[in-house]
């Protein structure tokens, strides 16, 4: 049509204008890229009700009389994005404050538990038992529906002319690094968990168990790094993403997914059953806006973002758990209603992708 005019949205969708008319153009997805998710794989029987039963674990021991957490077990914390001290409170969830920062608006954790207490968290044998449920008896799933998405990206965004060398921040039992392997990338992957570790190094995957500013890569840099729901459980995301920067080469690319917090599931479940607002495990929570904007402080491009969710599942699960509604209508139509979901940036969780800027 004379005079079309088409523009790009962040999203990763198009439209096409003529005039007082405008359509969306859906964007093509790859076939593996498209697929359905599997839920019952995904979250193998127990595991998910497991988690939420769990949920508070971490705070036996910690309250006092009061029914809060004791000051002695806390600290104080800057804006993880922009440094300042300056914040306005928001909510409470699991005896701990929600706030917004007031010159970013990043939202985070503060105070947060002392590292010594986290430390404990995560070395936990109910957290343990958690992660081995959840990332060991769907591994082969997991690398056969994200494994392979994730590597469709990865290879989509990160330029042509760069090797295949690829670092994964916070692999769990290295299912990606596994689909890298089969296309040919030479990969490794860093991993805290013991049982996570063990279990991707019996499949042959590189795992380093030590944490990142202790490893020593030597000269060795890589074309793409990935960090898929890990800085949202990170006292100082910054940081990571600086050593990052340093491990990068010129126009390589960071590949970040995070709980979105403009999410629908926010707004469909409260605050207080949205089970992603988890204050004792993840202490940052990103918007598109608050993400784009971290990742432009510390010398990154953004040059895709989406939004994708099981948002309509989880509502699904909370109405047949908590409610005697009757959810047929949304069962019916929950591929529908994700998708519209998802394409309005309010899906659970946020994928963005960034290319380091040059160094001079």
């Keep these: 049509m ?152 990865i290879e989509r965004y990160t330029p042509q002319n760069l090797p295949k060398k690829l670092l994964e921040i916070g692999c769990s039992t290295g299912f990606m690094l596994e689909a890298a392997r089969e296309r040919g990338w030479e990969s490794v992957g860093v991993e805290l968990n013991p049982s996570a570790v063990r279990f991707g190094r019996e499949r042959g995957i590189n795992i380093i168990d030590r944490p990142l500013e202790e490893i020593d890569f030597g000269v060795k840099k890589f074309s793409a790094i990935a960090m898929y729901d890990v800085i949202e459980h990170l006292v100082d995301p910054a940081e990571t993403l600086e ?49 784009g904007d971290f990742l432009h402080r510390r010398g990154f491009e953004v040059v895709h973002w989406e939004t994708q969710g099981l948002d309509i599942e989880d509502w699904l699960w909370y109405i047949k758990e908590k409610t005697d509604y009757d959810a047929a209508l949304i069962e019916e139509n929950k591929t529908f209603f994700q998708f519209v979901i998802n394409a309005s940036g309010y899906g659970k969780n946020l994928r963005m992708y960034a290319r380091k800027i040059n160094d001079a």
Excluded at 243 to 253: D, I
Excluded at 278 to 291: A, D, E, G, I
């Design 243 to 291: 050593k990052v920067r340093e491990l990068l080469v010129n126009r390589g690319a960071v590949f970040i997914y995070v709980p979105n917090f403009q999410s629908a599931s926010k707004e469909l479940l409260g605050v207080e059953n949205a089970h992603f607002i988890w204050p004792t495990h993840h202490l940052t929570y990103f918007t598109p806006t608050t993400l």
């Design 2 to 153: 004379s005079g079309e005019e088409r523009y790009e949205t962040g999203l990763g969708y198009a439209f096409m204008k003529s005039g007082k008319d405008t359509r969306m153009l859906l964007r093509y997805q790859d076939a593996v890229v498209d697929q359905d998710i599997n839920v019952g794989r995904l979250r193998p029987k127990g595991s998910y009700d497991n988690l939420i039963a769990n949920r508070n674990h971490a705070l036996k021991g910690l309250l006092n009389t009061d029914g809060e957490i004791s000051a002695k077990y806390l600290r104080e914390r800057l804006c993880p994005s922009c440094r300042s001290n300056k914040y306005e409170f928001q909510f409470v969830k699991d005896h701990l404050n929600i706030v917004s920062c007031q010159r970013c608006s990043l939202v985070y954790v503060n105070p947060i538990l002392k590292p010594e207490i986290r430390e404990n968290i995560y070395r936990s044998t109910e957290y343990a038992d958690i992660v081995k449920k959840l990332g060991e008896e769907s591994h082969d799933y997991r690398k056969e529906r994200f494994g392979y998405e994730r590597m469709v990206n």
